[in-house]
């Protein structure tokens, strides 16, 4: 069964203040791994997808990275508006199906 | 381009009621997922199609739960009855498949509460 497992749960962190997100992985072969942001009162919304170890993919303040077993998501230089929720999910490589299985996420709060 | 349109967005229904929630996946992709999310356990995928067809919905708590998918542009999320502990938010998402790297895109949720 695949599992992701996100740490911390909660992040507090003042402005400028840089640093990561962790999430774990066991899934049976690596289609995918997505990182997507969820506002409060809103559907997740969709930030990277990486396929391979060692890949990293960068938006804004935001840089995702890959290895076997996780996925970092650092945060460089946050600003409050990038407090939410982030949420990690694992795509299996398995015949056609593309269901992602989410971990619980990690809240992100920037302040001033 | 339109969004993943999810309706209603608030429901208050009281025990033991029906419960219908709507969606319209984005155009053109071929995969429809009903998600379920509350605090204790995240996001719990309920069930899944591809080109209309159930493919997945082990994730379907149990027979009070239905799906259909009767088009490629609807799907209905069925409760009878309803309970208590079926208040979460449920979001619709869709997907195009391997042609877009496999992403979905999710609606805003329908936020369902039974009292």
């Known amino acids: 069964e695949d599992q992701v497992t996100q740490s911390p749960e909660a992040l507090r962190l003042q402005e400028g203040e840089s640093s990561s997100l962790n999430c774990s992985y066991t899934?049976?072969?690596?289609?995918?791994l997505f990182w997507y942001r969820q506002d409060p009162g809103k559907g997740p919304e969709f930030l990277f997808t990486l396929y391979s170890a060692g890949e990293e993919k960068e938006k804004e303040r935001l840089k995702a990275t890959l290895t076997k077993k996780e996925s970092f998501l650092h945060i460089t230089a946050p600003k409050p508006e990038d407090s939410a929720t982030y949420l990690c999910a694992v795509q299996a490589n398995t015949g056609t199906a593309s269901k992602l299985t989410f971990g619980t996420g990690t809240r992100l709060q920037v302040t001033l | 381009d339109a969004g993943v349109i999810q309706s209603p967005r608030h429901e208050v229904t009281e025990m033991g009621q029906e419960v219908t929630l709507r969606c319209k996946p984005i155009?053109?992709?071929?995969?429809l997922f009903w998600y379920r999310q509350t605090m204790m356990r995240g996001l719990e995928l309920l069930i899944y199609f591809n080109n209309n067809v159930p493919i997945d919905d082990s994730g379907m708590p149990e027979d009070r739960f239905s799906a259909k998918m009767p088009n490629a542009s609807f799907s209905t999320l069925k409760i009878q009855p309803s309970e208590p502990r079926d208040s979460a938010v449920y979001f619709c998402a869709s997907g195009r498949g391997a042609s877009s790297g496999n992403t979905i895109y999710f609606g805003e949720g329908s936020w369902l509460t039974v009292v």
């Open positions: 155009s053109g992709h071929n995969s």
């Open positions: 899934v049976s072969g690596l289609r995918g």
